[in-house]
């Protein structure tokens, strides 16, 4: 079956300080990745999506970047926090939109706060 | 305007109560939907998919009307363990393969 694991879980990291936040899937091959991070009592905001290694699409213009450098590994980061980069942030995976099944499945998430 | 559109709540039902959740979305090319389901500081969990037909999972039932763009959720003989927030999700392939999210629905369930 496959498994998404995403880390750290939580975080605490001051104004100006870079950032790493990584995502692993098993089981499954040539998933389609994302990176969402929902704000304090709100929606999913879509960061980033890849469809394969080292094809990203960015959605919202920021301060952070994604990278793919394996087919199961998608890595969110930042040079320089800024106050409002603090919130949820979850990875996901989906299978690619032809075949069947396609839903999304979420990582554990990792509660960032800059402080 | 936003893809997904939902009622944010906050729905405070009593235990056994039946409550409905709606959602619209503006994508008429929208391909799947589904219904998530979020609890306190966790990861949305998907809940039930949605299809035209109409579909039912125990005391959940999901339903889609393509014409006007809508999903429901019925949630019939509610229980202390139904409180959580409920994501209404909408698949669309046609600009790579992106799924939106409404900003949920907020329901607790009063003993």
Redesign the interface.
Same mark, same amino acid.
């Given at each position: 079956s496959q498994t998404i694991h995403q880390w750290p879980a939580t975080l605490v990291q001051p104004v100006g300080s870079p950032l790493s936040l990584e995502c692993t899937v098993e089981g499954t091959s040539n998933p $389609?990745l994302?990176w969402y991070r929902q704000a304090a009592g709100?929606? *999913?905001q *879509?960061l980033f !999506?890849s +469809?394969g290694i080292g094809q990203i %699409?960015s959605e919202v213009p920021q301060n952070l970047s994604a990278s793919r450098p394996q087919d199961r590994q998608f890595i969110l980061s930042s040079k320089k926090l800024l106050l409002s980069d603090s919130g #949820?942030y *979850?990875c996901?995976w %989906?299978v690619?939109?032809l075949f069947s099944g $396609?839903? +999304? !499945? #979420? =990582?554990? =998430?990792s509660?960032l706060t800059v402080v | 305007r936003k893809e997904v559109e939902q009622d944010p709540g906050p729905f405070n039902v009593p235990e056994g109560a039946t409550v409905a959740f709606n959602c619209t979305y503006s994508n008429s090319a929208s391909q799947s939907f589904f219904w998530y389901r979020q609890d306190c500081r966790k990861e949305p969990k998907l809940l039930m998919s949605v299809y035209s037909s109409g579909n039912e999972d125990g005391r959940f039932t999901a339903q889609l009307n393509r014409a006007s763009q809508y999903i429901s959720l019925l949630i019939r003989d509610s229980k202390l363990s139904d409180s959580a927030t409920y994501l209404c999700v909408v698949n669309s392939v046609g600009s790579g393969n992106q799924f939106y999210f409404g900003t949920g629905t907020s329901l607790t369930v009063i003993p």
């Open positions: $389609n994302y709100r929606g *999913l *879509l !999506y +469809i %699409s #949820f *979850l996901a %989906s690619p939109p $396609n839903t +999304i !499945y #979420f =990582g554990e =998430g509660w | -």
